[in-house]
Nanobody
Framework: VQLQASGGGLVQPGGSLRLSCAASPSIFGGNALGWYRQAPGKQRELVAGISRGSRTDYTESVKGRFTISRDSANNTVYLQMNSLKPEDTAVYYC???????????????WGQGTQVTVSS
């Protein structure tokens, strides 16, 4: 397994979670990395992406609440999620990809998902 996501769980509205995705060194060092999510009955959507140079891209609905970062020492990409809302409930997937015109795009290479549930 070359992308291993963790950190999901149940949290109340307004709470925080931090997702982690550990990658193999060759995967981590050579690619941009991203987080997608898929809610029941909906299409998978981009949450955030980060380039090798730490340029970031966020979907509008999470700007100001979520922060993506990458740790080269641990070959890990993180997604810090604050002020969580019920509509953030989804399975979150990490992914590798690239950047074009400032926007992240995915390659067809996915890790397993981690469930995030925001509910009181």
């Amino acid at each position: 397994v070359q992308l291993q996501a963790s950190g999901g769980g149940l949290v109340q509205p307004g709470g925080s979670l931090r997702l982690s995705c550990a990658a193999s060194p060759s995967i981590f060092g050579g690619n941009a990395l991203g987080w997608y999510r898929q809610a029941p009955g909906k299409q998978r959507e981009l949450v955030a992406g980060i380039s090798r140079g730490s340029r970031t891209d966020y979907t509008e609905s999470v700007k100001g609440r979520f922060t993506i970062s990458r740790d080269s020492a641990n070959n890990t990409v993180y997604l810090q999620m604050n002020s969580l809302k019920p509509e953030d409930t989804a399975v979150y997937y990490c992914n590798i990809g690239g950047f074009r015109s400032g926007r992240y795009y995915p390659y067809d290479y996915w890790g397993q998902g981690t469930q995030v549930t925001v509910s009181s």
